[in-house]
């Protein structure tokens, strides 16, 4: 069994910052895929970014490419999301999740998740 904890979130203004944190524990870090979701009120859980067994090879949504960078330091079995020039469409929780495969996207493909953390961006 695999634990993942989200944290980092919170308010910010449009244009800011913010760093996402997920801490994880049980089954080998290096032996998974992470991955970042997130979930706006009434609207369905969306890919962010997903990141390799290594760190070498990473993957981004479109709406988020060139703003968000996902990175890993397999030494903290920690991933991160680094998010920049925030907007008010990037509020939603956010979700860690890990994945034994990689190059994919769906919700129903990622075998553990965390319990999200809550970013907010105000406008």
């Known amino acids: 069994q695999v634990q993942l904890v989200e944290s980092g979130g919170g308010l910010v203004q449009a244009g800011g910052s913010l760093r996402l944190s997920c801490a994880t524990s049980?089954?080998?870090?290096?032996?998974?895929?992470m991955a970042w979701f997130r979930q706006a009120p009434g609207k369905e859980r969306e890919f962010v970014a997903a990141?390799?067994?290594?760190?070498?090879?990473?993957d981004y949504a479109d709406s988020v490419k060139g703003r968000f960078t996902i990175s890993r330091d397999n030494t903290k079995n920690t991933v991160y999301l680094d998010m920049n020039s925030l907007k008010p469409d990037d509020t939603a929780v956010y979700y860690c999740?890990?994945?034994?495969?990689?190059?994919?996207?769906?919700?129903?493909?990622?075998?553990?998740w965390g319990q999200g953390t809550q970013v907010t961006v105000s406008s």
């Open positions: 999740a890990a994945a034994d495969r990689w190059g994919i996207r769906e919700v129903d493909d990622y075998d553990y």
């Open positions: 049980g089954h080998p870090f290096g032996n998974y895929c």
């Open positions: 990141v390799t067994w290594s760190g070498g090879s990473t």
